[in-house]
């Protein structure tokens, strides 16, 4: 076999082998009645069959559908309806507890079994397939479903980009990711996340290596840095904080010199877990602030991070931001308000069968992104939170991100999360919970309050603390905040009783 393309577990697959196999899922796809602007769900684990299913699809210029397989039945279901998918590709446990709720003329394929009268063997199907012989159809990226923190999913559907502006996001591109021919990436985040799945594309498109793992391991990920000569990692901020909770003699175990550019987003980073990195890496982290929607609005290398300690960067070229506070007025150097886009180049997009949904984001040609944040002297902007987690206590904002950036750098704190409750006398107040990290003493309420006196001022620290064994945190690094509040009003209301 050739040198591998995709290396996923003890699975290999070369580059001759990807293209064919892609080419045969065009054709498998299109037989079964996929065509341009069709939709193709995809329920799997990272996997060398992800990366076919998502290749064939864009070849006929249909949409894939990655979904997350952690979602329960229900959940899936409601997307598979919405992205109006008429195939599913997944494994026989994903499909088993779908079992009497799938559409009678769905196409199912599985991609680990024989194969049964509901659904036909990938391989096996790929393999009596023809080969799709014309040249792909103009690229479209993944319908990917927003994480549904707020509500119900919300399939973002973007147009393609054409002429001058495929060239303008091409660059843009390859310069946030720092795309170069024979790059050698490492993916542990998931492929049903949007710059994952753009991320794991473009590695296989380089003519370089993909390294894809199912799931994230701290001392694992230095391991295959070290055995692969890895040059390009996507990760998230929570990747960061278990990298560090490595012992040293762990940590400088490994030769990790290959590396050029590893690229974060998805979620706040605390300054502290950032600094921390840059000081063992060195100033190969890089950063980018965007959203599923929007796309890349603003760039950051460790240089210019480190002058201007926990900026998301300045808006890429191309992009024009602005700070708006109450009734659209715009902020000031240094004055909080909404992150609202003012222009942008990125293909336009909309919500799938829900239009006026998107256009509620936009007042006055100005989209709001519902993130809190502000431009320093520089131009360099710094996210204070979103808009839906800011809490308002006696008059007071108080952003629970920098709570959280304080917290998570507390010895025996393993993840954190801060969010606001009604208060009787303050309108709300601050709680916070805590998953305490595994092994050694987990740190008391009080320890947490001295520890945190002097890092921020008193009114932000929390009146209550709540532990947990685990916070329902998602792969891209959000916690789930609004389950957080519905349990506490839960029990809230059971002591009323």
């Known amino acids: 076999m050739s040198e591998p393309i995709i290396i996923c577990g003890d699975g290999r697959i070369s580059r001759t082998g990807l293209e064919d196999r892609?080419?045969?899922?065009?054709?498998l796809l299109a037989a079964a009645g996929i065509g341009a602007g069709s939709s193709v769900a995809v329920l799997l684990p990272n996997s060398i069959a992800f990366i076919e299913a998502m290749l064939g699809a864009q070849h006929i210029g249909a949409y894939a559908v990655p979904i997350n397989w952690h979602f329960a039945p229900a959940e899936i279901v409601y997307i598979l309806d919405d992205c109006g998918a008429r195939v599913l590709v997944t494994e026989q446990d994903l499909l088993d507890p779908l079992r009497g709720l799938l559409p009678a003329d769905m196409v199912v394929f599985v991609v680990d079994r024989a194969g049964s009268e509901t659904a036909r063997a990938w391989d096996a199907a790929l393999a009596a397939s023809e080969p799709v012989v014309s040249l792909p159809a103009p690229p479209v990226d993944s319908m990917i479903?927003?994480?549904g923190t707020t509500g119900r999913p919300k399939g973002v559907r973007r147009a393609s980009a054409k002429g001058e502006q495929q060239a303008r996001l091409a660059a843009m591109r390859e310069r946030l990711y720092?795309?170069?021919?024979?790059?050698?990436?490492?993916l542990a985040a998931p492929l049903y996340h949007s710059a994952p799945n753009f991320f794991s594309l473009a590695a296989v498109r380089s003519n370089g290596l993909l390294v894809l793992e199912s799931r994230f391991?701290?001392?694992r990920t230095l391991q295959l840095v070290e055995e692969h000569r890895i040059t390009h990692m996507f990760v998230v901020p929570t990747m960061f904080v278990r990298l560090l909770a490595l012992p040293e003699a762990v940590r400088r175990k490994y030769d990790l010199s290959s590396l050029e550019n590893v690229l974060h987003a998805g979620a706040p980073c605390a300054p502290d877990v950032k600094a921390r990195m840059i000081d063992w890496?060195?100033?190969?982290?890089?950063?980018?602030?965007?959203?599923?929607?929007a796309g890349p609005l603003t760039f950051c290398g460790s240089d210019d991070w480190l002058a201007h300690r926990g900026t998301v960067g300045r808006p890429i070229e191309g992009v024009r931001?602005?700070?708006r506070g109450a009734a659209g007025k715009p902020c000031g150097a240094g004055e909080a308000g909404e992150i609202c886009i003012d222009e942008t180049f990125q293909p336009s997009f909309t919500y799938h069968k829900d239009a006026e949904k998107r256009r509620a984001l936009e007042v006055d040609g100005v989209l709001g992104t519902g993130d809190v944040g502000y431009f320093d002297a520089d131009?360099?902007?710094h996210i204070c939170d979103r808009l839906s987690d800011m809490v308002i206590s006696g008059g007071v904002n108080i952003y629970p991100a920098e709570i959280e950036a304080a917290l998570i750098t507390l010895p025996g704190v393993a993840d954190c999360a801060v969010i606001g409750v009604p208060n009787a006398e303050f309108g709300e107040s601050v709680a916070a919970f805590i998953q305490p990290a595994h092994?050694?003493?987990?740190?008391s309420a009080e320890d947490i309050r001295h520890a945190l006196k002097g890092r921020i001022a008193d009114y932000k620290i929390p009146r209550a603390f709540h532990f947990r064994a685990e916070l329902p945190r998602d792969d891209s690094g959000k916690i789930f905040k609004r389950r957080l509040r519905e349990e506490l009003a839960r029990e809230a209301a059971a002591s009323a009783l």
């Open 178 to 186: 720092g795309l170069r021919a024979g790059m050698r990436g490492l």
């Open 217 to 219: 391991d701290a001392e």
């Open 321 to 323: 931001l602005s700070i």
């Open 281 to 293: 890496w060195g100033p190969v982290i890089f950063e980018y602030y965007g959203s599923t929607e």
């Open 22 to 27: 892609s080419r045969r899922a065009a054709g």
């Open 379 to 381: 131009g360099f902007l």
């Open 439 to 443: 092994g050694g003493a987990a740190p």
């Open 145 to 147: 479903y927003t994480s």
